[in-house]
């Protein structure tokens, strides 16, 4: 009878165990499959789900301690036979989860070169059989255990990457971390005798993940939520404006318009007078009186590793016209020589200071050192960078604007090249070109029946087509009455891709220098708010990104001759006062206004709560995990004495909780616990220390199941109770 009754605990342990087997299964590869949806883009995912399949049969089928650590050596032996297959792959996983994260935040975070003669799928293959390797063996040893925060960590992560990468499956990565969890919960309470509870559950999760699956793939079906969406947009913003202060141009929304003001915002000291134009913020895709930055994915694939090898050899894109200079000199192919070599030093003392606001034709070693190089757009500063100086020194080229609009269209390949500097200009060019002609060219239905009106007939000679789109915004502008630089530039880049001609639109400030040098020998400009301007960036077969103005009043030459710089800077002055006359500030000498905004004060309240209730948070766990732990060691000694000493001193905290006392006890418990205090001889049993567990469990489920959700936890974490213990 004995026998039989020991047989079928066993029977209802495996069944339990089998469900146990299956839950960590789905919820091994239902990880593994959401990161892989999420942001690797290979037709062998499947491979990791079968591995992780695999090994939770390895760990659930053994009970020995020795197997399991065999089965962590030979993990490690693998991954030590395969650590550079791994490494490329974890690399590469890497760089996805990066571009994602450039795509959301604006950042440029580096990317991780990764070994051109390996073979991308299959690295991005072993790095995920390994990693599935090991993450099975862990999730499912803690789902044996009815441990349940490994696997709360891991969902908790996923879920937030998919809600911060704004992915379409986001909340199907939630809907099965739900499912996971609450089997688990289901798992460490249901009875074990419960067989149809168990069958009936684990054929809803097969149908709910399924249904999950196929919404997974097919991402037409998701749909941006707009209040979301917005209300992101309203949290970085504010984020922004504590990190990098404020800011007088609206980063591409041209309804904005430019919040001007007299307060200082860049110094400017150069060793050649005349006007600069020190680019922020670039847009490059239009939408709805809107421009943004091209979507991190485009930078990505095949031209990830161009851009990586222009990085390699010295070239740019923002430093593309010194580049063109270097090499037109050594090809001699008709570049007028009035180009010439000088320095110029941005200071910021007031502007925002998310961009390194940066002139046109710098040096490259003047800025690969300098924060971030924000793909081909501009230069930014890192949203964690504590860096101090905002004193940029730069190498530049000056070079006559109309020479190069002259020599553009430079076909490069059609010219006898010896010198292998030009060569390799000539080759990172093109390479650069087709990536141009396919992104800064897009232009949508609506956009182009917008601009149609003020697009002329186009003509051969770039020059006089320019002037004749200056001539078309000025008339249109004049008789809408209402045009700011905003509106000018983002026509103007519009009009440009309609010729065909790429172009981006550009925000930024205009410097104009005085004509008489400083005791240093250099020219001053002293930038403030009315300098914000916009204007477009056209792009140059052979020669690179050129500025081009097209607001009236604006437009010059990059270097301005000496009897026209005051003209030109009251024109400015005049221009700005009356496009932004009503977001004026009173003109002051102090420093710009530092004081944080009530909503910049409310979010960083927010973020303070946010950070230590998660601080308090771990440390609770952490607690409970240390009295907990504890607890058991001390409940696993082979003496029953003390085993009975120690539920007496657990049962003591609970009464004292409870507000129960010695009375409240079974008499049969008291007589027990009488007895072992006070007789000398008093030996206790098996049985009356399992009575007194039992009767010590049955107090917990009852306060448990009579508490509410806020109450439980304060037992679980505060009090450090254990159901059962």
């Known amino acids: 009878m004995e026998n039989q009754g020991f047989r079928l605990v066993e029977e209802k342990k495996q069944k339990k165990s089998f469900f146990a087997l299956i839950l960590s299964i789905f919820t091994v590869a239902g990880i593994l499959f959401c990161v892989q949806q999420m942001f690797v883009d290979t037709k062998w995912w499947f491979v990791s789900m079968v591995v992780s399949v695999l090994c939770c049969l390895v760990i659930f089928s053994t009970k020995s301690t020795k197997i399991v650590l065999v089965y962590f050596v030979l993990g490690i032996l693998l991954l030590f ?19 994602g994260f450039n795509a959301v935040t604006g950042e440029s975070v580096f990317y991780f070169v990764v070994p051109n003669y390996m073979n991308r799928e299959l690295a991005t293959v072993v790095f995920f059989c390994l990693t599935a390797w090991f993450l099975s063996g862990y999730l499912t040893i803690a789902i044996k255990g009815k441990h349940w925060v490994p696997v709360l960590v891991f969902w908790a992560a996923l879920v937030s990457l998919a809600v911060f990468f704004e992915m379409p499956s986001a909340w199907c990565v939630g809907a099965m971390a739900f499912l996971s969890l609450a089997g688990i919960y289901a798992h460490s309470h249901t009875k074990v005798d419960e067989e149809k509870n168990y069958l009936a559950a684990f ?51 041209i309804k904005e318009g430019i919040s001007s003001s007299e307060e200082k915002r860049l110094t400017v000291f150069a060793s050649e007078k005349g006007k600069y134009y020190l680019k922020g913020y670039v847009g490059s895709e239009y939408h709805e009186n ?21 990085r390699a050899d010295g070239f740019h894109p923002l430093a593309q016209l010194y580049s063109y200079c270097e090499a037109a000199g050594r090809q001699q192919n008709g570049l007028e020589k009035e180009e010439k070599e000088g320095t110029i030093v941005v200071e910021n003392t007031g502007a925002y200071e998310r961009y390194q606001y940066l002139p046109y034709g710098v040096d490259f070693s003047s800025i690969q050192s300098l924060d971030t190089l924000y793909r081909d757009l501009n230069l930014q500063k890192k949203f964690w960078s504590n860096r101090e100086d905002e004193k940029n020194t730069y190498k530049i080229c000056i070079i006559d604007e109309d020479s190069l609009l002259k020599t553009a269209g430079v076909d490069w390949q059609k ?12 080759d990172m060019e093109m390479d650069y070109r087709k990536f141009v002609k396919k992104h800064y060219l897009a232009l949508s239905k609506k956009a182009k029946e917008e601009v149609a009106p003020y697009v002329p007939q186009k003509k051969d000679n770039l020059v006089s087509y320019i002037e004749k789109i200056r001539s078309s915004l000025k008339n249109a502008g004049k008789e809408k009455g209402d045009w700011d630089a905003l509106q000018y530039a983002s026509l103007g880049t519009l009009a440009f891709r309609v010729a065909n001609i790429p172009a981006r639109y550009v925000e930024g400030y205009e410097a104009v220098t005085s004509d008489e ?44 001759k000496a009897k026209q710089q005051k003209k030109i800077e009251k024109q400015q002055t005049s221009i700005s006062q009356k496009v932004t006359k009503k977001k004026e500030k009173p003109k002051q000498n102090e420093a710009p206004n530092k004081y944080l905004s009530w909503q910049q004060i409310i979010l960083w309240i927010v973020i303070c709560i946010f950070a230590v209730s998660f601080l308090f948070a771990g440390v609770l766990a952490i607690r409970r995990k240390a009295i907990v732990y504890k607890r058991r060691k001390t409940l696993m000694q082979a003496d029953t004495a003390a085993n009975y000493r120690f539920i007496i001193s657990y049962l003591t905290t609970l009464f004292a909780y409870l507000k129960l006392s010695e009375e409240d ?41 009579e508490s509410s959700c806020i109450k439980k936890l304060v037992l679980r974490f505060w009090h450090c109770f254990e159901f059962p213990f």
């Open 203 to 253: 054929c809803k999760m097969a149908v709910i993940v399924a249904v999950f699956i196929c919404f997974t793939w097919n991402r037409q079906l998701y749909h941006k939520n707009e209040i979301i969406a917005d209300l992101k947009e309203n949290i970085t913003e504010e984020a922004n404006a504590i990190r990098y202060g404020e800011k007088d141009l609206p980063e591409g929304k």
């Open 415 to 426: 010219q006898t090249i010896t010198d292998e500097m030009v060569r390799a200009y000539a």
């Open 517 to 560: 040098k400083d005791a240093n020998g250099n020219y001053r400009a002293d930038v403030t708010g009315q300098n914000a301007h916009a204007w477009v960036e056209i792009y140059c077969d052979g020669v690179g990104w050129l500025p081009v103005d097209v607001t009236p009043g604006h437009y010059d030459k990059i270097t301005v």
């Open 290 to 310: 809107r421009w943004e930055p091209l979507e991190g994915k485009e930078y990505g694939e095949k031209y990830e590793g161009i851009f990586n090898r222009y």
């Open 665 to 705: 006890l079974p008499r049969e418990i008291r007589e027990g616990m009488e007895r072992f205090w006070f007789d000398e001889n008093g030996e206790i049993t098996e049985k009356e220390l399992s009575q007194l567990r039992e009767y010590g469990n049955e107090i917990q489920n009852t306060m448990w199941q």
């Open 81 to 99: 036979a395969f650590r550079t297959i791994w490494i490329s792959g974890a690399l590469d996983f890497v760089n996805q989860v990066t571009a």
